[in-house]
Structure formats: C-alpha cells, structure tokens
C-alpha cells in the first residue's frame, strides 16, 4: 500500500466527506431550532411542559448515541405497518433520513440543556432593565434572554456541534458510506488497515479544528460589546 | 415485553462487562489524565509539548476511528515495522484490552481537564508553603496536592465517568460481549430490533441514573469533609 | 481500597490480555452473525455448521479449539494481525483473497441465490432487476457477483452482516436479497423469512463465487495448511463430516469431489 494508491480513492474519500458533511450540518441546524422551544418548555412553570421536555433530554443524553442510531434505523423496521399508515414509511426507509433524524434528536437535547443553563444565567439586571424598557415576554425573549444566552453558551455549543461531526462516524454502521464508512470499505478491498485509519484520522483532525477556527472567530465577534471597553 | 425468545438474559448479563470495561478505563483515564495535567504544566518544553499533541489529537478525531485504529491497526503497524527489522512478533489486543485501553486514553484527554482546572483551584500558597517547609515536590504533590486536586476534581470527573459508560457501546463493533453486542445478537436472531435496542437503552440508563446518585452521595460526603 | 481494587482490575486486565498459551490450542476465527453456519445463541454460545466442521477438526487433529468472533468486515486484518489462525467462516475461495491469505481445500460449495416477496413477479435479469434495491453482505462474493453482473441496473446496500440485510429485507428497505443458498433458505424457512420465496436459477459462477468454501490461514502458515487440509479428509472419510451435514441439511452440501 503506497501513497500512490491512497490517492487514487480521492473521489471516494470525498464523496464521504460530503455525506458526513451533509449529515452534521443538517442535524445541526434542525437540532438548533428544536432545542430553544425544549429548553423553553424545561423553564416553563407548567409541569406539563416541563415533564415530557425532561424525559426527552434526560432518554437522549443518558443513553448512548449508537443505540440510538440502531433503535431508529433497525427499530423502526419492527413498526413498518404502523409507520406505513403514518405515510412516514417512505421516510424511515432512508438510512440517510434516520441518520439525521437520530443525530438531530441527540444534539437537540443537548443543546437544549446548554440553552437552558445560559438562559438561567442570563443576568437578573438585564432582564429587569428589559422590563424598565417596556419590554415582556416574546419581544423580552428576542431581545434580550436569548441574545445573551447564545453568547455564554457559545463555547459549549461549539464543542456540541466538534463532538456531533465526529460522532457522524457511526452512520456508517447503518450502511451509509460517509467518511468512515469509505474508508471500511477501501480497507476491506486493500487491507491496508492502518494507512486508511491514519489518513482518515488526519482528516477528521482537520474538519475539527477548522470548526475550531471558525467557532472561535463567531466567538469573538459576539463579544466584540465587551472588546470595546477593554 | 421484554423476553425475546430467551435473548433477554443475555443482554441483561451485558451489564457486567460494559461496567467492567468502563470502570478499568476509568481508572486508566484517571492515571492518564494525572500525569497529563501534571505534563501540560511541567516546565519541560517537550513534556509539555507531549501533553498538548495528546489532548488535541484525542479531541480531533472519533472515538470510532480512535478504537478501530487500536484494534486493528496498531497490531499491524508494530508486526509489519518488526517484520521490516526481521523479527516475527504477535500483538495480540482482545477485545476487553482494546476496549479499555481505547476509551482509558480517550477519556484520558477529558481527565486531563478536569485535574488541570483542579490544580488551579488550589491556592498557590499552599505549594509555597510546602516548599518552605522543605517537603519535596513527590512529597507535596503527595500530602498538600492530591487530596484536595480530588475533591475540586470530583463533579468533573462525575461527568467524564457519565459519558465515558455510554462511549463503551463502542466496544460491541469489536466484539466484546457488552450490553450492546448482545443487543445486536438479540436483535438479528428474534428480529426484534426495537424490543432489543430499547431494552439496551434501558439498561443504559439505569446506570447513568445509579451513577448521578452515587456521584451526589459522593461530592455530598466530601464536601462536609472539606469543611472541616 | 478503591485502589486495591482497582489495582486488581489492572492485573486481571494485564493477565487476560498477554497469556498467550503455548500448549496446542489453535484459535479458530468466525463471524457468529451468519445462520446456520455461524451464530451465537440464547447463551451467547456459538454454534453452527461451521461450529462443528471447526471443532471436528480440532479433535481430528488433537488440538483444543478456541474460538474467537469478528466483524465480517475485519475478519481477514484479525488473521493478519494474529488474533486467530484459522478462518472458519463460510469464506469463499477466491484469487482476490488469495492475493492475502491462503486457504485450505474446500470443506463445502454453496451457489448464490436471490429472494424476493412471495408473488412478487421479478424476474432475475439485467431487465427484471432494474431500479430494484438488493441487500447484499458487504465485502463477499455475493457482493462482488450482484455488483458485476447488476451494479449497472439496481442498487446494491452492503451490509456488515447478512443477518442485517435480511432484517432490511423484512422491513421492506430493500426489495430483494441475495446470499448463499444455504443461508438464504435457512432464512426463508423462518418465521420472519415465510413472506419471501427464493427467485431465479443457483448461481455458481467460478469468476466471482471462486472455488467454494473453505478455511482461511496465513500465507505462509503452510504446516497448518496441510494439517487442515488432512484432516478434512480424514472426517469426509470417517462419517464425521456427513453426520454434522445431517443435523443441518437434508441434502449433501460439500458437492461434487
């Protein structure tokens, strides 16, 4: 196995690398928007709401990502009347659709625990001076609750969104060929095991502390109020 | 609900090797991540320099990729490298070690963390005095340091602890007969994947909820001991 | 005491991962994801075909067996890395292994087949097959036989075992599977398996399915080769090969001599 050889699997590798790429962002951003109404329900002062948001968030991080994966994607074959009636057959019948559907749900219930946390340190001045301004509860929200929140939950959020790209890796145990699940397969045609894995690794090094990278410069600009005084 | 064709016990019985892995690799984290926050502190340049590429390489790539390259490459790597020097040589990791080995130096990286941040809630004054008292640095690393670096440490390594049992479902793709393994056999033979899988989950977290309980016990009893 | 008992957990972690016996044990290598030839059951024992032809074997040869599972997909890196000597796992003969282990004689021939929903009329053809979702395992000769000779036409989902395709399969993700005979069979006969039907003719083409089935060693393990290789023909010749053929089979699966 030479480097030569490594090259050649260049469009395979990449097709991977569009596939997990696809996959993290899509979770992502589906998971971003479901997590504020979780952690808004967790905070409200109805029991009703504050239960079943618990639960979810509580199932899905006390539970390990891989189960998950092999309880929607295998598990949801053992409902395929049911789901058929549904009309959500079609859906589930998709390795790719389970696999953003199970890593969505994941990083959900995470960041709805990071937003709850952020939202509960918001400081009391700050949302008393909203209410001096007028202000109340959807426009106090907007405002100022979240703005704030999402700046003391950035770090934690971007370690959220590092640990979802590479838990990506799982899929390709429910037979989709993203980055990892390329690099099984050039492994089971060449048996260069260690070569594949070192290269795939170094990959993985990258995407992560190009996501490093970027996070960082959101960081800084969302603090860019408080550069000023300095 | 839950007997799938007689698999149900198997699955159940699952629980001793993922707590047995689990607890071996946290110990091994715990020894990892001493000597790595010990290293990212030493004044030495290429300690230091040591420390860093290991925490950024862990947290750089999966923990997937992390655990096949163990199991499957390093025994490889170091036969063919012996064989190019004219030695035949047998590595030989089963999966437990593998296992263990993988998620100890994983979560290695995170224990590292959590004591450096431990070391830093210590005043500075107390290693002064130790030295003023003439206590070399085993020694007070020994009587001053490490007692309290494990009572700041205890809620973060809690944590590590939390997701380093779920990170040990890893371990079924090599094969050791853990909680998840003996799900998926359950599953494919009864075809009853859901029933299996849940049950699995279940299982899960009936031990992250013994744990939450434990480790508040735990931080409850030490922190009355701290006070005094 | 924390410490002394995870000291304790240290040592028996050293111990169970260097002993290394030296007395005749031969560490056999199987999948166990792979009915009826290979499988773990209620126990977590392994049993099966290959089960039985393996530790025949053994005893044949007076070795104490020990088995030891891996994933379909890094069973032949286990063998290289040496964490069995012998693949006992329903692996197909062919020159692309070959190019990486050496195999012993061949212990049974199985062609492949395909199924399909019963009454579903698809006709196994370039034709009938086109557009159509086939459940293969990943990295077997059944792969590489429905990729040549259909990969043009219909979509082929490779798997890590067979045991998930024909989950797959039963939950209507894809339309067709195609595997050995044996184990297609063996799963048609289940309960879960009863809604399908075997379709089209055996399929035995040498060019992909090689020269039948046999047991992988390391190139250059060549004593074990032939020791194998005796004693295969010492329990084709003794009986014992044809009883564990009756406990699974009611037909002769070596095929022809």
């Known amino acids: ?230 | 609900m839950f007997d799938l064709d007689g698999y149900a016990p198997i699955i159940i019985a699952g629980i001793k090797n993922t707590l047995m892995v689990g607890l071996s690799a946290m110990f091994l984290a715990i020894i990892f991540g001493l000597i790595g926050a010990w290293a990212k502190t030493a004044s030495n340049l290429m300690v230091r320099g040591f420390a860093n590429t290991y925490t950024t390489v862990v947290r750089g790539v999966p923990e997937l990729i992390l655990l096949l390259l163990f199991y499957y490459g390093f025994p490889q790597l170091v036969q063919d490298l012996a064989e190019s020097f004219g030695y035949e040589l047998t590595v030989d990791l089963n999966p437990f070690l593998a296992g263990t080995l993988t998620i100890g130096f994983i979560y290695g990286a995170f224990c590292t963390e959590v004591f450096r941040g431990a070391f830093a809630s210590i005043p500075p004054g107390q290693a002064e005095s130790a030295k003023a008292l003439g206590m070399s640095e085993a020694l007070m690393y020994r009587r001053i340091l490490l007692p309290q670096v494990m009572f700041y440490a205890l809620p973060g390594l809690g944590n590590v602890w939390l997701v380093l049992i779920k990170a040990t479902a890893l371990i079924s793709i090599i094969q050791l007969d853990e909680i998840m393994r003996m799900a998926k056999i359950a599953a494919n033979a009864t075809r009853e994947p859901f029933t299996a899988y849940f049950l699995a989950s279940l299982l899960f977290l009936a031990i992250t909820v013994v744990s939450m309980v434990g480790q508040h016990y735990l931080e409850k009893k030490w922190s009355r001991a701290g006070a005094h | 005491m924390m410490m002394k008992f995870s000291t304790r957990i240290l040592l028996a972690l050293l111990a169970t991962g260097s002993v290394y016996c030296q007395a005749e044990t031969l560490k056999m290598g199987t999948e166990g994801a792979y009915a009826p030839f290979n499988l773990v059951n209620q126990k977590g024992e392994l049993e099966g075909f290959d089960i039985d032809i393996g530790n025949a074997l053994c005893a044949e040869m007076k070795v104490e067996c020990e088995w030891v599972t891996a994933d379909w997909d890094g069973i032949i890196p286990a063998l290289m890395s040496k964490k069995f000597d012998t693949i006992v796992a329903s692996m197909s003969i062919t020159d692309e292994r070959k190019q990486k282990i050496d195999f012993t004689n061949k212990y049974y021939t199985s062609p492949v087949k395909f199924a399909a929903p019963k009454g579903s009329k698809v006709e196994i053809s370039a034709e009938g097959l086109k557009g159509k979702v086939i459940g293969v395992q990943g990295s077997t000769v059944t792969e590489n036989f429905v990729k040549g000779m259909f990969g043009k036409v219909a979509e082929i989902k490779a798997y890590g075992a067979q045991d998930e395709a024909n989950l797959d399969f039963v939950s209507g993700r894809v339309d067709l599977i195609a595997a050995d005979s044996f184990v297609l069979y063996d799963f048609l006969a289940s309960k879960d398996g009863s809604f399908a039907e075997a379709k089209g003719p055996d399929f035995d083409d040498p060019k992909y399915l090689g020269e039948g089935i046999g047991i992988g060693v390391r190139k250059g393990d060549d004593k074990l080769k032939a020791r194998l290789n005796k004693a295969i023909k010492a329990i084709r010749a003794n009986g014992t090969y044809q009883k564990i053929n009756e406990k699974y089979f009611a037909f002769d699966v070596y095929g022809a001599e």
């Not at chain 1, 948001?53 to 189960?67: E, K």
């Not at chain 1, 050039?186 to 048996?191: H, K, L, P, R, Y």
């Not at chain 1, 970027?214 to 860019?224: D, G, H, S």
């Open chain 1, 1 to 230: 196995m030479n480097f030569d050889m490594l090259m050649s699997y260049t469009p395979r590798l990449l097709e991977g690398l569009w596939i997990t790429l696809g996959i993290t962002g899509l979770s992502v951003l589906i998971g971003l928007i479901l997590a504020v109404p979780v952690a808004l329900m967790r905070l409200s002062s109805f029991k009703i709401l504050q239960w079943p948001s618990y639960f979810f968030v509580f199932y899905f991080r006390g539970t390990p990502l891989l189960v998950q994966l092999f309880l929607v994607y295998y598990g949801s074959g053992q409902f395929r009347v049911e789901l058929t009636e549904l009309g959500l057959w079609s859906y589930f019948r998709e390795a790719y659709f389970c696999a953003v559907f199970t890593l969505t749900l994941n990083t959900c219930a995470y960041t709805a625990e990071i937003l709850r946390g952020a939202i509960q340190s918001v400081p009391k001045g700050e949302v008393e001076a909203g209410r001096a301004c007028g202000m109340s509860g959807a426009l106090l929200y907007r405002r100022i609750i979240l703005p704030s929140a999402l700046r003391s939950a950035w770090p934690a959020y971007g370690n959220e969104v590092i640990f979802l790209m590479q838990a990506s890796s799982l899929v390709s145990i429910i037979t989709l060929l993203d980055l990892t699940g390329v690099a099984r397969r050039i492994i089971s045609e060449t048996f260069a095991v260690y070569e594949v894995y070192l290269l795939i690794a170094g990959i993985y090094l990258a995407i992560t502390y190009l996501l490093v990278f970027i996070f960082k410069r959101i960081e800084v600009y969302l603090q860019r109020h408080t550069q000023s005084m300095s």
